[in-house]
């Protein structure tokens, strides 16, 4: 954290002179949303929902957070590509939501307002798309929640033909850095929520099942989800 | 009228604010301030009435407390009312009934203790009498009401009654708040004179829209109209009404013009507002408004002028400044917005260093620069911090004085008398703007 803030602020002021030589200053790399760059493919992408912002937002005490992005992530994905999650089954770490419905995550809803989003209790939590077969999944897009920022914490993706996520595991995205969740201890970013979304890179993990583990956020200490969607093909 | 509150010392101060203490001793009890009498249980039964976004932040803050029994949750929202048992299921392991209509809870519900009124502003008054008049003691949300006279009947009904009657002006629990009165202003006369006050609320137009639903799970309009929206919109967005609520300066002032004259210890004698719908043009409440208040206190008088814009969250946020001839305290419920700054001119801090009352900042930058005229400025005054901070949610420590009080181990300190006293002003503001006059307060305009 204090790291990145220096250099964020090194790259500031050699912003501020550089404009003032007439010269474009180098893009803020610091944007959230794509959690790696492929270099061949076709490009993915989704309907965004709008941005419905509420209130004065908390404050966000996380180590090496990476702010909101002001565009929409950009991904390379194998040609025949395409959206196998939607209305496919969601099961969960607690059979009844405190809010909403299991359902919701594959809806294809991404709105922001009241009776968009399922909310599941304090500590570690999950949801599972079950995608019906297995499939090579080339990405992952998730939007937790976006009408407040925030951050949640321990955000853990897994794809496995294991439904119960025992064996054939490969963790395609984790940002906790502590192992709190005792996931493993991972190397991602935390990341503040927005209408944009996180779209995470899968590099083709293959499995049946999609689980996504999160532990509470900087607001409040549940855990939320509007949409995830899994792109991919098939097996 | 005279504001009055308890002691916090720099020791309790720095306790509290680390969390290591029990909630009885948030507060003494001074004897103009009201306490139950003999009423102390085991568990303290709660009907939760409202359970939109204000409901959900005082059940996450209560559910820190122990000794609470969530009996009933009470919304006309299918939505709201569903969360909340199943948020009360998950926090005390059975569930609690579920009631779309106030009066049908209290006729039904038997051995409630307290009602949390968190229900929109236009409601607050005829929700909290209600349960006054049932015999709970009652936590409600401020504003008051959306009208000085529901502010008035609350405080009638609950002197009337005898029971309890706590509004969520949450700072007057906050031991930030409490230590930087009762240690720093009225102890050590930090300030010297208190001679300005300025106060803003500024929230980015991203953060002001309008809350949406989802269509699928809206109110039948016959339901709306039984409880006085006229549409699923004004249900959701309701703060935005002339009608429903006083409006940005009710919404978000409310709780910082309480603090200027909870600090003040009296009334503004004038305000004198402005306001418009500069850039939320079909809104009916001003989308900004700025507000001079003129105090006259028994140490001269003080100028306060407060702003409130739903249009840019430039300018620092939020807080409270207290500008004096000696120093100037700027406080927030964030910490991060809270600082005092010592004057040039004024006798050294250093013993309040070294006792623990405060602490030094980084040194302030140098007056002088390459851009400055150094014949026209100030020596630029030294920062300081206080001691400690607070570690629960805002609204835990003002709840947790609720229900002691209920216990009859504290005293409230916001209860509907003071709360009144305090608002009275706040309910002048829009009509100054809206008449782009002056008002002179006088005994009609602040007493019940």
Known sequence: MKKQHIASTVFTIAALVLSSCGKKPPQDSTDAGASSAPTSGVPLSTELPPELIEGTPKPMDVPNLVQAPVKAPELLVPEGTTLISQGKPVTGSEESPLIGELSMVTDGDKQAGEGYYVELSSGTQWVQIDLGQSAEVAAVWVWHFHSQKRAYNDVVIQVSDDAEFKTGVSTIYNNDYDDSSKLGKGSDSPYVESRFGMLVDAKGAKGRYVRLHSQGNTSDEMNHYIEVEVYGKTL | ?448
């Open chain 2, 1 to 448: 009228m005279k504001m009055e509150t308890s002691v916090i010392s720099r020791r309790d101060f720095i306790g509290k604010a680390a969390g290591g203490i029990g909630a009885g001793l948030v507060l003494g009890a001074p004897n103009i301030l009201r306490a139950a009498q003999g009423e102390a249980s085991d568990k303290i039964h709660v009907a939760l009435v409202g359970f939109g976004k204000q409901g959900k932040v005082l059940f996450d803050a209560m559910s820190n407390i122990p000794g609470l029994h969530f009996q009933a949750v009470c919304d006309i929202w299918d939505y709201n009312l569903k969360g909340g048992i199943a948020k009360v299921r998950a926090l005390q392991g059975h569930t609690p009934k579920g009631y779309a209509d106030i009066d049908e809870m209290l006729a039904t519900e038997k051995g409630l203790d307290a009602a949390i009124v968190a229900t929109p502003d236009f409601w607050h008054s005829p929700h909290t009498v209600k349960c006054l008049e049932a015999g709970l003691h009652v936590y409600c949300e401020k504003m008051m009401a959306n009208t000085i006279e529901g502010a008035r009947a609350m405080v009638r009904a609950m002197e009337k009654t005898g029971k309890l009657c706590q509004i969520g002006h949450q700072r007057r629990s906050n031991p930030r708040y409490r230590f930087t009165l009762e240690q720093l202003i009225k102890g050590n006369r930090i300030c010297g004179q208190i001679v300005n006050i300025n106060g803003q609320w500024n929230r980015a137009v991203s953060s002001s829209q309008d809350i949406g639903y989802n269509p699928k799970l809206a109110i039948k309009p016959e339901v709306l109209a039984r409880y006085g929206f006229k549409d699923m919109h004004q249900f959701m967005n309701w703060r935005t009404y002339r009608d429903l609520s006083g409006g940005p300066i009710s919404d978000l002032g409310a709780h910082q013009i309480d603090i200027f004259n909870w600090f003040l210890g009296v009334p503004p004698k004038s305000v004198f507002a402005s306001g418009g719908n500069d850039y939320f043009k079909t809104r009916e409440h001003f989308d900004n408004v700025m507000t001079i208040f003129d105090y006259e206190t028994p140490q001269g008088g003080v100028r306060a002028f407060y702003q409130v814009l739903t249009t840019t969250s430039a300018g620092g946020g939020y807080y409270e400044s207290f500008m004096g001839t000696e120093a100037t305290i700027q406080i927030s419920e964030r910490s991060a917005f809270t600082n005092i700054y010592r004057e040039s001119s004024a006798p050294s801090w250093d013993g309040l260093v070294s006792r623990g009352f405060l602490k030094r900042q980084a040194a302030a930058p140098k007056a002088q620069s390459a851009d400055a005229i150094a014949s026209y400025e100030s020596a630029a005054p030294e920062a300081y911090a206080l001691p400690g901070d607070l570690s629960k949610p805002p609204h835990q420590p003002h709840l947790e004085n609720f229900f002691d009080a209920v216990r009859g181990k504290a005293a409230l300190t916001c209860d509907a008398r003071h709360a009144f006293e305090s608002e009275a002003p706040i309910y002048w503001v829009n009509p100054s703007a809206l008449s782009r006059q002056p008002i002179n307060l006088t005994a009609e305009h602040l007493s019940v």
